[in-house]
């Protein structure tokens, strides 16, 4: 089924059949391998195991307004949103270790797939594509969390490792455009993938990643152009908005019509994640990763209006009531339902003293702002180990990176808006033409709209932390108390409307913009430097 999985973790039982005398590695050197086409998919596959994980994919939802973790799980996330974090922080030496890992593998293929004789042209510009794609990647993450770092497209020795120096983040994001723009003619659209291909990189996802660098350097008419490559043409891939928002996310509905970069699981290859968010309940382990109050907050009425807004019709007294239908989607709450593991139906209450109180915000091991994430979880795991894919681009995000620039460039008229923010509302069930319609606004109202539109599609998809940090408006939003439900008793820390006031978040401004350079590597390499305020 994903064939691609299965040749990934078959690839060290398939080198133990070279010779004996020849070492046995994950980096496929040149004494090794490099004989034939199948040693250079097998290096370019190794490649796909470090692009990213589900411990990033998830874990990065905490590090913005959107979601909390209780505890030091996800590699102490919540150390670095509450601003009490330094340089040895478990995160920020990890990330980027796991990222020049992965270039390590990526320039291991680039450096060395010449070597391999009588090799097809066309296969081998593809997964050339395919290596420098990744490697752009892992340098954008590298670039987007500390700016400046090391770098390079070669395979430098350990005495180069301790002498190198940082490349300015311009540059490195400059050189990632570059490779994106370069490798798109030798990539095949989605649609010249055969079912044992399924999953690797196409030129659809080169086109809408460089959409996204150019969105996150504020390179509007860039972005535009990008996107229109995409959105309404064939020539480089197919891709549509699924008419149900929920099965974009069901293991049954995987390699949709919108899914342009998903990293792969299956095949032997799962992660337990889903028992961190899910209902304790539900999933027999402490529910330590869970939506804030700011996030659901955020969630539309079905009129279109914010809840503080004048003729919203919102109502605390009934708060989850005739909102976004992607908030029910998304999240669980008070009075909500799901199917568990066994096929059993529960209730989830999460109000102080409810039954079953094991999910109540009144108990140690449920949700402490009383909310669940509901999206990705996969009620067929097996022993909660999940194969579903996790979703790394798909083209509502092209549609919302189209309107943002559209109306930064002062051009989202209605054609614009009925193509990309009503498309996506009407996909998600509104109705009312206070919500699908053009409306008659500011451009800054429109960036309001569209932002808070981003924010509810994309939710728990790991986009909310780069977004809160490229708009520059995370001093704000993370400076602020973690809000949980609104309770009337218990001795819980409340705000003065009520609200559960899980934590207290510092962010300071200009410091936490940039992650620190690891202590570790900086004790290896004393030419790194450390940025402002570390």
């Known amino acids: 089924m ?24 994950r980096e496929f050197t040149e004494e090794a391998y490099w004989r034939d086409a199948n040693d250079a998919l097998a290096a370019v596959n190794s490649c796909y195991e470090n692009m990213s994980n589900d411990g990033y994919f998830f874990g990065n939802e905490a590090l913005s307004d959107n979601a909390y973790v209780n505890g030091i799980g996800f590699d102490n996330v919540t150390a670095i949103a509450d601003g009490a974090y330094d340089p040895s922080n478990a995160r920020v030496t990890n990330e980027w270790s796991y990222r020049y890992t992965c270039i390590r593998k990526c320039n291991i293929v680039t450096t060395n797939i010449d070597k391999v004789p009588n090799m097809d042209s066309t296969l081998k510009r593809r997964i050339l594509a395919e290596a420098r794609f990744i490697r752009a990647y892992a340098y954008f993450q590298l670039a987007d969390w500390y700016g400046d770092v090391p770098f390079y497209t070669n395979l430098i020795t350990i005495s180069d490792a301790k002498t190198i120096t940082r490349t300015p983040k311009a540059d490195i994001l400059n ?5 994106l723009a370069a490798i798109r003619a030798d990539l095949p659209m989605n649609t010249a993938y055969g079912s044992q291909d399924r999953g690797r990189i196409t030129r659809g996802a080169a086109i809408a990643f460089s959409a996204r660098v150019h969105l996150y350097k504020g390179e509007w008419q860039a972005v535009v152009d990008d996107c229109e490559q995409l959105i309404g043409k064939n020539d480089n891939g197919t891709y549509s908005l699924q008419s149900s928002y929920k099965n974009i996310f069901n293991i049954n509905n995987e390699y949709n019509s919108e899914v342009i970069l998903d990293l792969q699981y299956g095949g032997g290859r799962t992660y337990a994640t889903q028992r961190s968010f899910l209902p304790q309940t539900v999933a027999l382990l402490r529910s330590t990763l869970v939506p804030t109050q700011d996030l659901v907050d955020d969630y539309v009425m079905l009129n279109g209006k914010g809840i503080a807004e004048s003729g919203s019709g919102y109502s605390e007294s009934n708060p989850y009531n005739n909102r976004d239908p992607r908030f029910n989607a998304t999240i669980l709450h008070d009075g909500s339902t799901i199917t568990d593991f066994n096929g059993t139906v ?14 109540s915000v009144d108990d140690q091991g449920a949700s402490p702002t009383g909310y669940y994430f509901y999206k990705y979880y996969d009620p067929t795991a097996s022993n909660y180990n999940s194969s579903l894919n996790l979703i790394m681009i798909r083209y509502a995000e092209v549609l919302l990176m189209y309107a943002e620039a559209k109306n930064e460039l002062g051009q989202l008229d209605a054609n614009v808006w009925n193509s990309t923010v009503r498309a996506l509302r009407v996909r998600a069930g ?10 008659s606004a500011t451009s800054d109202q429109l960036r309001t709209i569209v932002r808070r539109e981003r924010r509810a599609e994309l939710a728990f998809e790991g986009i909310r932390p780069f977004d809160i940090r490229r708009w520059k408006i995370a001093d704000q939003v993370l400076a602020k108390p973690v809000r ?3 309770v009337s008793g218990g001795a819980f820390n409340k705000d003065a409307n009520g609200y559960i006031i899980v934590e207290n978040r510092v962010f300071n401004n200009p410091k936490h913009y940039l992650w620190p350079v690891p202590t570790f590597e900086r004790d290896q390499n004393s030419n790194l430097g450390q940025n402002q305020g570390w």
């Open 2 to 25: 994903k064939r691609l999985l299965i040749i990934l973790i078959s690839a060290t039982t398939l080198y133990s059949c070279r010779k004996l005398d020849q070492p046995i590695t």
């Open 175 to 179: 050189f990632v455009q570059s490779e």
């Open 346 to 359: 529960q209730t989830i209450l999460t109000q102080p003293g409810s039954n079953p109180a094991t999910n």
């Open 430 to 439: 509104f109705t009312d033409a206070g919500a699908t319609e053009y409306p």
């Open 484 to 486: 949980g439900i609104k």
